[in-house]
Every structure is written in structure tokens, then in C-alpha cells.
């Protein structure tokens, strides 16, 4: 089984539209990170979200945990087209593991102008 | 804003031939890891790196394998005997602290042939 699963694996939208993009993941985690990777670049760190915690903002991003479904949502809303790039939720289960982060396959996001 | 660099950029090399790649983390962190992307394939973790040794490990970093970190700046991966399959993107990453954000740099293209 995987740890760390998004769907869609692609996403194809308009300008000015909302992008939703779901991880699902195994084991119990200490936190879920979110990161965005443009096309054959580096990753950029978007956001991080605890355990304990079931919702954060930051500027056009929301990103929502359940860990009861095991489960994370990232929204960008009012997307641009300089959002246009693959999208990966990481988790990191704590306890023994010395900060590994488990990457899904990412989303494939192209937002059209 | 302080961010992680890495070089080369990219990295051409003949099957069987050592390299090393560099990083060079963020000033105040402590922890160090890195990560590789094969082609259109999820992120791997490969080696995290505390206190000027290896805290964790995954199976893909066998012997042919080594990191140090030779001064106070820098970190490197050594890969001793290059393979076709280690034909990747590679990252490195660094966090300020254990599980907390990790901050990735552009990665270095190893291409073996």
C-alpha cells in the first residue's frame, strides 16, 4: 500500500476557477506538507498542516485534514495560470522516523488563461 | 530569503564512474536529507542526516551509496559506482527541526550513461 496518494492525477482548469486536489495516506502521521513542483524544478513548500490541527489558510490556498478518513484536500482558489504545475502532498508519520518525508504521485494541475 | 542550493545543476557520467553531488542547506538548520525523483516517477526519500551522522536510511541507499557533510556548509551525496537506474532528479533537502518544514533546493539531473 501506498502512503500518500492524490487524485486527480491531472487536473484541467480556467482561469478564475477553484482547484481541489486530495491526498489520501495509510499509517497515522505526525503532519501532512503540501508542495508544489513546476515542471522539472525544484519543490516548493506550500504549507504544512499537524496532526492536531483540521484546517489552514495561507493566502489563496486552504488546505483541510481528516485524519479520521486519513485524508487532505488542497484548494487554490481564484487559480492563475502561473499555477500551472504538479502538486504533492508529503506526510510524516513521527515517532522513529528521523523527518522522512513519503511523497504521493502529485497532481497534475494545468490552469488555462 | 535564505534557500538551499545545489550543484551542478546537472551531471552527466558514465556508468560505473563516482560522483558526488553538493548541497548547500540552509545556514541555521539542522537536519539534512536527500531525496531523488526518477523520471515521471514520485519522490524518493533516500538519507536523513543529524548530528553528523545518519539518522534513517530507506532501502534504496545501499552501499554504493555515502553522505557527509566534510565542513559547516556543506553536504554531500556520493554515489561510488554510478548505475543506469541512478539516472534521477536529486534533492536535497534541509528543516530547521525534526518533522518541520523541509526546505528543498533546485536538485541536480544525474544522468548516467
Known amino acids: 500500500s501506498q502512503q500518500g496518494e492524490e487524485d486527480p492525477q491531472a487536473l484541467s482548469i480556467q482561469e478564475g476557477e477553484n482547484a481541489t486536489m486530495n491526498c489520501s495516506y495509510k499509517?497515522?502521521?505526525?503532519?501532512l506538507q503540501w508542495y508544489r513542483q513546476n515542471s522539472g524544478r525544484g519543490l516548493v513548500h506550500l504549507i504544512l498542516i499537524r496532526s492536531n490541527e483540521r484546517e489552514k489558510h495561507s493566502g489563496r490556498l486552504r488546505v483541510t485534514l481528516d485524519t479520521s478518513k486519513k485524508s487532505s484536500s488542497l484548494l487554490i482558489t481564484a487559480s492563475r495560470a502561473a499555477d500551472t504545475a504538479s502538486y504533492f502532498c508529503a506526510t510524516h508519520i513521527g515517532g522513529t522516523s528521523y523527518g522522512k518525508l513519503t511523497f504521493g504521485q502529485g497532481t497534475i494541475l494545468t490552469v488555462h488563461p | 530569503e535564505p534557500e538551499v542550493t545545489q550543484t551542478p545543476s546537472h551531471q552527466v557520467t558514465q556508468m560505473g564512474q563516482e560522483v558526488i553531488l553538493r548541497c548547500v542547506p540552509i545556514s541555521n538548520h539542522l537536519y539534512f536529507y536527500w531525496y531523488r525523483q526518477i523520471l515521471g516517477q514520485k519522490v524518493e526519500f533516500l538519507v536523513s542526516?543529524?548530528?553528523?551522522?545518519?539518522?534513517?536510511k530507506s532501502e534504496i541507499f545501499d552501499d554504493q551509496f555515502s553522505v557527509e557533510r566534510p565542513d559547516g556548509s556543506n553536504f554531500t551525496l556520493k554515489i561510488r559506482s554510478t548505475k543506469l537506474e541512478d539516472s534521477a532528479m536529486y534533492f536535497c533537502a534541509s528543516s530547521e527541526f525534526l518533522g518541520e518544514t523541509q526546505y528543498f533546493g533546485p536538485g541536480t539531473r544525474l544522468l548516467v550513461l
Open positions: 499509517t497515522s502521521i505526525n503532519n
Open positions: 542526516f543529524y548530528n553528523n551522522e545518519i539518522s534513517e
